[in-house]
Every structure is written in structure tokens, then in C-alpha cells.
């Protein structure tokens, strides 16, 4: 009994230890909290925050982004390369900044394309993260995969800018016709159809939808049905993924997605099949439904919008601080944009707006509480600041009638981000606490610490305690257990005493753009005239007014070098263009003829889209309603607006077509070493280069004062057109007043260099497999230059075929330029390359020739591979899920054609049924109100859904939310 006595006895001893850690643990977590409370300086009074125009500060596509492609023309599979030089215009920082890129395939349909744009293939974050200071520019490089399904044709890459993935700078990603900076090239294309969605088919409750102009609008409840074709226009059976995304608003922010779904479509060789998605939930103004098909590599995709009526919901559409980084007694400006996005004219709430420092400290709040309305409503809050901030961040909340937060912007300045040559002196000290860098809380570092080391410790003495001492050999007993050893307290103490000290704290062509922004356009006391019959239960001469309108106009040119068609395109700096060349400059505006997509009118507030304008081609000089009456029923650019009569509001639908005038183009040069000839009324000159070596080249294409109209005339409701006297005009304004403007191509001018380029030497593999990427390498070999070198690489598909760039590389030897190249077919390839040296325009001849021979498989003739449909299900190789690694036929990467039977069943397929939920959002890491969100499968009627729900943020950890009183809860 002596021996269990002692163990006993230790054992008592390691619970008291155990105890007195976690009381020293608890101990040192309490004091580190209390200390950050009571670390935090007195919040400030909330102010009341001062109405001003939202366009005072908020210009609609105020961040410029040109985009050139390296090719004007490409083969599937290979890689286009893009520059993109994105220029803030704004007097004021803009800050976590995202880039975005649609790629479309234009439609070939000038009504279909007039009605809903192009066939949208792509959508891709280039670059996020993206702080500009004030008029500052940057560029950034981006490299596009071209899918090996892409059918030729012309195609269009085109650039949106976000601030916080959510606020509007360039372009709305939710409309097929609002852009930013786009660019033309040609895909040619050697596959055998594609698989696809049919946006010209796409019907809501089986009415038409269209992609270009306003947004449906339902009842609030009234269940919503879409509805539209997938097409497999290939000679074999095929299967895509059919994947479904409803959102609420737009599609950029995940935190607004309500739902999910995937199926995979099976489709025989030439099958078209109709698919459905029902939406029947009601409790937001305005939904976005993200349909996409994804067929080996390839992607086709539709974005349904539509609104309800009688539900309200408080958004914000920007926000901004005039100044940063804060300097110390200077004046400043925070400002915000917010605005009802419903058809109603408006809902109650509160707006707040808060400076917030890196240590929870509120610098300044203003509030506001009242209506929101569905125009634009602006706000400002004048500050001097009180310290110099070298970071902080600026939140904005918006809660509905009840309190509830429907809307939420956490923006972080940080001056090494914009400018680190503008930060303030000493800001990066620890010490310092109103550096306002973003870093780790010094007491909330101590705390973490000291939980690591607790558990550490812990773990040790535990792995001690069950440590067995075996006795001496011829002893008797049971083994000793021993506890911790005077040395191990020690050691405890130690690192306890170590962490709270030592932790640390804290295009055909490419072409270039100008564009011509009239914002803040109010519209007041327009009368539509008396049209001789009621407009809704007796009411006539009904005025609009409230209205605010953005107009943007895009002009566009390009120039190339005559013979080479090299493009001049300044993407990386001026182009060298040896004296005696030749260069073609063109005005390129698609089709004076029709709606033209860099004609757009943006009617802000509510849930308005954009529609595009119209180019007035009738040359009476003048500009006319372009509508005849029978048409104005039908036209694309019809709005939802609130029109007054007696005090009254109403909502009216009206057509309200925005027209310009051709513009008039001069091509010119200043340089005497060149001249332009073109004729009046001309789109395109020849530019000769004759002389002038060592110079600048310069090119000027000149856009006059152009005039436009806005008019505006009464549709009525969805059943009735009214064909009355005439249109109100709603505005009329010269495009680019004070002389007009232009685009400025410039160049240097070399001579013409004495010794050739030598022809590169071309490597690379011999056999490929059908769809997989090979790389080719091409150096110049024989006297180099020291300089940089574009090579680029072409493919043709078999002996007749076409050569076809496929990718670029700029390399300095003897660093090789590579390209990697994916084939879509079966049979024989050949590969080349030449170099260009980019310094005196000189460019050598063809590499040797590279013929490549595809396969299906490396070796063998396995069943995944052989063209043939060995299950008998429809499906053969690639198309087959039996022929790959985790059974998703849509999946390129799986695919395994060495597999040697097409009936294995590969993986799980789409989605897992029963698989734990898995976080996908979590709380803001400043601390303010919100919610985390999570997914989950589910099984609805035997589909596999993906759900998601919410769940409170604790608030407990926000120093400055405890300040205030508000210790939890969630929004």
C-alpha cells in the first residue's frame, strides 16, 4: 500500500500544478485584455454626417485601364499575354483595388448582338490587392490561357476595375455591355465544335430576357423560372458541367451568394437540350444568377439580373477619403455614396461611417438616419486629423429600419501600399502608437504567446508525467511514475517571464482608347409632353425630375506598321519603326451603324442597368429621335423611373435612347520627317516615316467637339405603348467640349541596321499526347544580342494547314524564349518561331521547323483513347467519366488516356453528399460587425446542392466595440 500511497500522493501534487498553471494562464489573459480596453482612448462623439452631391467625389469610371494583347492573332491552346496600364484620375487614393477580365467571342448576329452583346467564355481576376495614389499609374502583365474548344472568330478581352471587390471604379461586371478598357484579337481556331450555352435563347417565366439594357423586373413574390439551351455542336456525344451561382446584387462577392448548384449535362453530337433554374427566394431587391457550362477546357456563361418589386434593401455604392496618409492638424474629408437598390424610391436606415485605427481606436464617426432613396444620396464628414496615420481603416455600415446591418465596406489605407515615400517620420517605430500600421496588437501578441507557451509547457510535463521509470532488475514494486522536476518549474517560469518580454508586438489591331465621362448629370422639371390619352388612371403631363445620369463615350484608334503589322502599341514603351516604313492609323468603332457598346448612359441609384447609346448617322446636321413609333414599344434602352405629378410619385417605364453624333477625325503629325495622307470623312491614313532617325515619332488622331442628345419618352407598363406627339429631351451636350480630343501614337525612329538577326534554333518535344502542354524553346544562336528579343512562336496543323501564332516570350540571351502549346487534335503539328529585336526593330527569319505528333496516347491503343465508345454509354475517351481519375468528364486535368477501360467509374464526381460543412468566410479582421458563412451539400429531389448559411461574428475581441458597450452580438 506504501507504493500506491506514493503515487497517490504525486498525483495529487500534479493537479495542484495543473491548477495553479491554468490560474497563472487565466491570470496573465485577463490582465492583457483589461490592458487593451483600457488601452483605448475615449471614443469620439458621433457627428452627423453633411449631404453633398455623391459626384463630387464619386466619378464612374475614374480608373482607366488599357489593355493590349501581345498578339493580334492567336491559335487555340495557346498563351495571349496582356499589358495592362491602369491610371488612377482621382484627387484621392483609391485602395484595395481588383482588376477583372471578361473574354468574349463577339457574336457574328448584328440584331442578336444588339439585343445581348457577345458570348461572354471568361471572367478572371488579373490582379488584386491594386493601391493608387492620387493621378499615379501602374501597369501589370497578365497571361491568358486560349481554350483548345474555342471556335474561331473575333474575340474581345475587356478590363472592369473594383475597389473592395464591390465598388464601381471602371465598368460593371454584372452587365455584358458596361466596360472599362477593352481590346480586339482573332482566335483561329482547328477544333471540331464546342459545347455551349445559347444567350440568345435565354427566357424568364418564358418571356425573352435580354442581356443589353434594363433589368427585369417581378413581382415580390412571384416565383422566377429561367430558362435557356445547352448546344453540343461536336460529331461525337459529349458531357459538360453545368454549374449554378445565385447571387444577390452581382457575382463578385462570395458573401452574397445565396446558393449553388452543379449537374453534368450528357449531350449526343449535335444535341441541344433545355435547362432550367428556379428562384423562389424573395427576400432581396435584385438577383444575379451566374449560369456556366464547362466542357474540357472550355467555359460558356450567362449572367441573369433581375429585380423585385416592394422589397428595399440599403446599399453602399463608395466611399473614400479625400487624403492619406493623415498628417497631423491638416484637414481631410471622408465621403460616401449610399442608395436604396430596389425599384422602391426608397427605405429608412442608418449610414455609418468610421476612421478606425490599427490599435481599435475610432478617430472620427458620422452617422446618419433617415430615408434612403433610390438616387444616388451623398455624404461628407470634414475632419482635422488629430495625429499622423501611416495606416487605418475607414468602415462604413448600413443597417435597415431595425437595426439589422444589410451592407458593410472595411477599406485599409496603408502608405507602404499607395507610397512608402510618403509615410509619416518614424511610423514603423513599435512604440510609436500613432503610426496606425497595421500591426499585431502588442497585449493581444502577449496573450497568444502565452497561450502557445502554456500549451507547450503543458504538453511537456504531461509527456513527464506518463514517462515509466522501470525498477533496477531484481526489484520488486510497481514502475515509478514521476512528476515534474524542480528544473521543469523552472524552465515554466522562464518562458512565461521570456514571452511577456521578448514577444514582439505589433484586336485586329491593338488599339488604344480616350473616353469622355459627363458625370453627375441631374435631371429637373422635364415635362413629357401631353400625349393626348391617359398615362396611368388620368394622369398627364407628368414631370421627371431627381434623376441622375453618367455618360461615358469611347473613341478608339490603332496604328501598325505596314507589311510587319506590328502594332504600335506603346504597351511596354515606345516601339522602335525604322525610317522609311510605312504606318497604318485607323479610327476603329466597330459599326457606325447600330448601338455601339462605348456609347453608354448610367442611370445611378435603383437598379438600373446601362444601356448603350446610338451613333446618329443621318448627316442633316442635326440630331433626331431615332425611333420610329411602331419601334418605340421594343426598344433596348427602356428604364424604370419615378415620375411626379401633383406632388405624387410614380413609377413610369420610358424609352430613353442616347444619341451622338459621328464623330469628325483628322490624322496629323507635328514631326516634319512624317506625313499623313487620308481623305475627309475618312476612318483610316497612311503615315510615311522618311527620315528623321534618332527622333520621336508622333502621330496624333484628332476627335472634334462631337453633340449629343438624351431623350425620353413614355413607354407605359409591360402591356401598353403610347405613341403621342413626340420625346422629351432629357439632355443635350457637346461630347469632348473645348476643342476636342485625341490619341497620341509615338514611336522612335532607328535606321536600318547593318548586320541581320540570325534565325533562332527552335526545341522541343517531337510527340505529344492529344490536349496535353508541351514547351518550346527558340534562342538566337549565332551573335546574339545584348539586348531584349520577342520571339514569337507559330503552329500549323497538318502540311496544308495555316501558320498560326500561339505565344510570345521576351528573353534576353542566352536566356531562350519559351512557349508552351496545348494541341487539339489528333495527327501532325508543326512548331516555328522568329525573334524581333526590340531595340532597332529588326526581325529575323523562321526557326527551323519542329513536326509534332499527336496522339491520343503515349503507348498503346487503351480504350480512353482509341476513338471508340467501348461501354456503349454514349460517351467516348475524354468525354467518358470512366476515363478519368476522379469521374468528372469536365475535368481536362483527370483525364487518363492510358487508362484501359472505359466502364471504371473514376472518382465522386461534381459534389460529395454528407461531407462536413467547410468555411468559406469569416469575421472582419478590424473587428466590425458581421457574420461568418459556411457551405454544405445537400440532396435536393436528388441533385446535389451546395448551401449556405451564416453564422454571428463574436465581438468580443474588438477593443473598441467593448469600449463602446458592445461586447457581442452579431449582424
Excluded at 471587390?165 to 477593352?182: A, C, H, I, K
Excluded at 517531337?766 to 520571339?791: F, Q, R
Aim: with cysteine; glycine share 10%; net charge negative.
Amino acid at each position: 500500500m506504501k507504493g500506491v500511497g506514493g503515487m497517490f500522493k504525486k498525483s495529487k501534487n500534479m493537479k495542484v500544478i495543473f491548477k495553479n498553471l491554468v490560474a497563472v494562464g487565466l491570470f496573465l489573459v485577463s490582465i492583457s485584455t483589461a490592458g487593451l480596453v483600457l488601452a483605448q482612448e475615449a471614443a469620439p462623439a458621433p457627428e452627423a454626417l453633411v449631404p453633398v452631391s455623391c459626384f463630387d467625389f464619386y466619378k464612374f469610371g475614374s480608373v482607366g485601364v488599357e489593355v493590349v494583347p501581345s498578339l493580334t492573332e492567336i491559335a487555340n491552346g495557346g498563351e495571349l499575354d496582356f499589358v495592362l496600364n491602369v491610371t488612377n484620375e482621382n484627387d484621392y487614393p483609391v485602395v484595395e483595388g481588383s482588376i477583372y477580365m471578361k473574354i468574349y467571342r463577339k457574336q457574328t448576329d448584328a440584331a442578336n448582338a444588339q439585343k445581348n452583346g457577345s458570348h461572354l467564355i471568361d471572367y478572371t481576376l488579373v490582379k488584386e490587392k491594386v493601391n493608387l495614389d492620387a493621378k499615379a499609374t501602374r501597369k501589370f502583365e497578365f497571361t491568358w490561357r486560349v481554350p483548345t474548344g474555342a471556335p474561331s472568330g473575333e474575340y474581345e478581352a475587356v478590363t472592369y476595375f473594383l475597389s473592395d471587390e464591390r465598388m464601381n471604379l471602371l465598368g460593371l461586371p454584372f452587365t455584358d455591355d458596361v466596360s472599362g478598357g477593352r481590346n480586339s484579337f482573332k482566335i483561329v481556331s482547328d477544333t471540331q465544335g464546342t459545347v455551349q450555352l445559347d444567350k440568345n435563347k435565354v427566357t424568364l417565366n418564358n418571356k425573352a430576357y435580354r442581356f443589353v439594357g434594363n433589368t427585369s423586373p417581378f413581382s415580390k413574390d412571384e416565383k422566377v423560372i429561367v430558362r435557356f439551351p445547352i448546344t453540343n455542336t461536336t460529331k461525337t456525344s459529349q458531357a459538360a458541367e453545368v454549374s449554378y451561382d445565385l447571387y444577390f446584387w452581382d457575382g463578385t462577392l462570395d458573401s452574397q451568394r445565396l446558393k449553388a448548384k452543379r449537374e453534368v449535362v450528357t449531350l449526343k453530337a449535335g444535341e441541344t437540350k433545355t435547362l432550367s433554374y428556379e428562384i423562389d427566394n424573395t427576400s432581396y431587391p435584385v438577383y444575379y444568377l451566374v449560369a456556366k457550362s464547362k466542357w474540357q477546357d472550355s467555359s460558356s456563361i450567362l449572367n441573369v439580373r433581375f429585380a423585385r418589386n416592394g422589397v428595399s434593401r440599403g446599399r453602399i455604392n463608395f466611399v473614400g477619403l479625400s487624403k492619406f496618409p493623415l498628417a497631423s492638424g491638416e484637414a481631410n474629408t471622408v465621403f460616401a455614396c449610399i442608395h436604396n437598390a430596389s425599384l422602391e424610391p426608397k427605405t429608412t436606415g442608418k449610414f455609418e461611417l468610421e476612421l478606425v485605427d490599427s490599435e481599435y481606436n475610432v478617430i472620427k464617426k458620422y452617422t446618419y438616419t433617415g430615408d434612403i432613396t433610390g438616387n444616388m444620396m451623398g455624404f461628407k464628414g470634414d475632419f482635422t486629423a488629430p495625429a499622423s496615420y501611416g495606416a487605418l481603416t475607414l468602415r462604413a455600415n448600413v443597417f435597415d429600419g431595425g437595426e439589422k446591418l444589410v451592407d458593410q465596406v472595411d477599406l485599409t489605407y496603408d502608405c507602404r501600399e499607395i507610397d512608402p515615400q510618403k509615410c509619416p517620420t518614424g511610423a514603423t517605430a513599435p512604440t510609436d502608437t500613432k503610426s496606425g500600421f497595421p500591426k499585431l496588437d502588442m497585449v493581444w501578441m502577449v496573450v497568444g504567446g502565452v497561450v502557445v507557451i502554456f500549451i507547450v509547457v503543458l504538453t511537456i510535463i504531461m509527456a513527464k508525467k506518463k514517462k515509466v521509470n522501470l525498477p533496477p532488475p531484481g526489484a520488486t514494486g510497481s514502475p515509478i511514475q514521476r512528476g515534474p522536476s524542480a528544473g521543469a518549474m523552472k524552465i515554466l517560469i522562464g518562458l512565461l517571464v521570456l514571452g511577456s518580454v521578448f514577444l514582439p508586438g505589433g484586336l485586329a489591331e491593338a488599339r488604344r482608347s480616350v473616353t469622355f465621362f459627363n458625370n453627375d448629370t441631374s435631371i429637373t422639371d422635364i415635362f413629357f409632353p401631353d400625349l393626348g390619352q391617359p398615362l396611368i388612371s388620368g394622369v398627364q403631363n407628368a414631370k421627371m425630375n431627381g434623376l441622375t445620369i453618367n455618360y461615358d463615350v469611347t473613341y478608339w484608334a490603332s496604328a501598325y506598321e505596314e507589311g510587319s503589322m506590328r502594332v504600335i502599341d506603346q504597351a511596354d514603351g515606345r516601339e522602335a519603326v525604322q525610317s522609311g516604313s510605312f504606318i497604318n492609323v485607323s479610327y476603329d468603332n466597330n459599326d457606325f451603324t447600330r448601338p455601339a457598346a462605348n456609347i453608354n448612359w448610367l442611370e445611378t441609384g435603383n437598379i438600373q442597368g446601362t444601356p448603350t447609346g446610338i451613333w446618329d448617322t443621318n448627316n442633316n446636321g442635326q440630331i433626331d429621335y431615332p425611333y420610329p413609333v411602331a419601334q418605340r414599344c421594343n426598344a433596348l434602352d427602356n428604364m424604370t423611373t419615378p415620375v411626379m405629378k401633383d406632388g405624387d410619385e410614380l413609377q413610369m417605364t420610358i424609352s430613353a435612347p442616347f444619341v451622338v453624333q459621328k464623330p469628325r477625325i483628322t490624322f496629323s503629325s507635328s514631326d516634319s520627317f512624317i506625313s499623313c495622307n487620308s481623305q475627309p470623312g475618312t476612318t483610316f491614313a497612311q503615315c510615311a516615316v522618311t527620315g528623321g532617325v534618332g527622333s520621336v515619332g508622333h502621330i496624333e488622331v484628332k476627335f472634334d467637339e462631337t453633340p449629343s442628345k438624351h431623350f425620353a419618352d413614355v413607354r407605359g407598363s409591360a402591356n401598353e405603348c403610347y405613341s403621342g406627339a413626340g420625346a422629351a429631351v432629357i439632355n443635350d451636350f457637346v461630347v469632348w467640349p473645348s476643342n476636342g480630343a485625341s490619341i497620341m501614337f509615338e514611336f522612335d525612329v532607328v535606321g536600318q541596321a547593318p548586320v541581320g538577326l540570325a534565325a533562332p534554333v527552335l526545341t522541343g518535344p517531337t510527340a505529344a499526347v492529344k490536349l496535353d502542354s508541351k514547351t518550346y524553346s527558340a534562342l538566337v544562336g549565332t551573335n546574339p544580342p545584348a539586348v531584349s528579343l520577342k520571339y514569337t512562336f507559330q503552329r500549323k496543323y497538318g502540311l496544308n494547314g495555316s501558320w498560326v501564332d500561339v505565344g510570345t516570350s521576351n528573353a534576353t540571351p542566352p536566356t531562350a524564349g519559351t512557349s508552351n502549346i496545348i494541341f487539339a487534335n489528333t495527327g501532325t503539328y508543326y512548331v516555328r518561331a522568329k525573334a524581333e529585336n526590340l531595340s532597332n526593330a529588326l526581325v529575323s527569319g523562321w526557326s527551323n521547323e519542329i513536326a509534332v505528333t499527336v496522339s491520343n496516347t503515349p503507348a498503346g491503343n487503351a480504350q480512353c483513347s482509341n476513338g471508340i465508345d467501348d461501354d456503349s454509354d454514349t460517351f467516348i475517351d475524354a468525354a467518358d467519366p470512366g476515363c478519368h481519375t476522379d469521374g468528372d468528364a469536365t475535368n481536362p486535368g483527370s483525364y487518363d488516356p492510358s487508362d484501359t477501360d472505359e466502364t471504371n467509374q473514376g472518382g465522386a464526381g461534381v459534389c460529395v453528399l454528407g461531407d462536413p460543412p467547410r468555411q468559406i468566410g469569416t469575421c472582419s479582421a478590424s473587428c466590425g460587425p458581421g457574420v461568418q458563412r459556411w457551405e454544405r451539400y445537400v440532396d435536393v429531389n436528388g441533385s446535389c446542392e451546395i448551401e449556405y448559411y451564416t453564422e454571428p461574428c463574436n465581438l468580443r475581441a474588438c477593443g473598441y466595440r467593448i469600449r463602446e458597450g458592445n461586447p457581442g452580438g452579431g449582424g
